[in-house]
């Protein structure tokens, strides 16, 4: 069956640090593929997605490209804030498979001054 | 954005009791939910699919006499907890995809802590 991969965390930078989260999938078909933050005390928001290979999700200084080669959709920000301490999950939904998703474990981002 | 909330937000109570847990959305309509179980440091696990009309579609392993979802209408599913016992003390989310002319989104609640004494 499908499944993601995610680093396990938690992930502690310094503010302006450059940010890596690493998330590979398995997947039987041609998935799309999700990151969603979860802020403390809050649902889970989509941060940014791809749904087919070589594309470029962005959003808020985040980015991640679909690698089909490496299976991989790694999370990236070239400067973090404070403001983005959160946990991120790196998720896929298979076409056709009805809106369901597949969640890694979560990573947890804490930045610091 | 679309709002999905649940109510409550945590909730205690005894073993053999049974707890209801809603989850709604806010300003959209749903003939669509899903409920999720997270444990501790563990990914979120896809419990059911919730159907406005229709019953509910259970992931495999999960025990649908135990877990009773009712999707009563297009911005309501209820998740009821029967006879629960410590080990269904766990975190529970449910989300609901929005139907856009471009695509879909989902949209979280902020979840029900669950503890069972």
């Known amino acids: 069956g499908d499944s993601v991969t995610q680093m396990e965390g938690p992930v502690t930078l310094s503010e302006e640090a450059f940010l890596t989260i690493n998330c590979t999938y398995t997947?039987?078909?041609?998935?799309?593929l999700f990151w969603y933050v979860q802020y403390p005390g809050e649902g889970l928001q989509l941060l940014l997605k791809?749904?087919?290979?070589?594309d470029k999700g962005s959003n808020k200084g985040f980015e991640a490209t679909y690698r089909k080669e490496t299976t991989s959709f790694h999370l990236e920000k070239g400067s973090v804030q404070v403001s983005d301490s959160a946990v991120y999950f790196c998720?896929?939904?298979?076409?056709?498979?009805?809106?369901?998703?597949?969640f890694g474990t979560g990573t947890q981002l804490k930045v610091e001054l | 954005g679309a709002v999905v909330s649940q109510h409550p937000s945590w909730v205690i109570c005894k073993s053999g009791t049974s707890v209801k847990i809603e989850c709604r959305s806010l300003?959209?309509?749903?003939?669509?939910m899903f409920w999720y179980r997270q444990f501790p440091k563990q990914s979120l696990m896809l419990m059911a699919t919730?159907?406005?009309?229709?019953?509910?579609?259970?992931e495999q392993g999960v025990e649908k006499d135990k877990f009773l979802i009712n999707h009563a209408s297009l911005t309501l599913s209820t998740l009821t907890v029967t006879s629960a016992h410590p080990e269904d003390s766990s975190f529970y989310i449910c989300?609901?995809?929005?139907?856009?002319?471009?695509?879909?989104?989902?949209?979280f609640g902020p979840g029900t802590r669950l503890t069972v004494l």
């Open positions: 989300s609901a995809p929005r139907t856009g002319r471009l695509n879909n989104e989902q949209f």
């Open positions: 997947a039987t078909g041609y998935p799309s």
């Open positions: 919730s159907n406005e009309g229709s019953k509910a579609t259970y």
């Open positions: 300003d959209f309509q749903a003939t669509t």
């Open positions: 998720a896929l939904s298979e076409p056709g498979g009805g809106n369901k998703l597949t």
């Open positions: 791809a749904t087919k290979a070589d």
